[in-house]
């Protein structure tokens, strides 16, 4: 009779293990690597940080009292912007299922004041409603 020789899965040391598996992660890497270069590839997996995108990706519209306030306590759109890229969604005064467009309360920090924006977001453009000072 023939006697079949069975290796034992466990004789492979522990450090063959790990060269193996660090050995395929990289080239796994390597590959991720060449199908995701050059394409716009984000992580926006947050409520927050998916309606902060798509009101970035609109053309962004001043309203009149937005333009007063801001001309007023001396705010550029630089630092409208920066609340729109590090700024927090406040859901809860957000009034998100209006129709035709949804109405957004970010709040942000501009010079150390802490400041609201009240956006309405709709298909094709975003229009700043209003800018306060939160207390």
Known sequence: ????????????????????????FAIGLVLLAFFLNGKNASCDYGPDARVLKNIRNKSLVYSADAELFMTSKGIDTTKINYILFKGDINFSKSDTRKKPCGLYFVEGNIDGLD??????NCETTATLKSVEFLD
Do not use: D
């Open 1 to 24: 009779m023939y006697q079949i020789e069975s290796k034992n899965i466990y004789s492979m040391s522990l450090l063959k293990r790990f060269g193996y598996y660090f050995g395929g």
């Open 115 to 120: 400041t609201g924006l009240t956006i309405e």
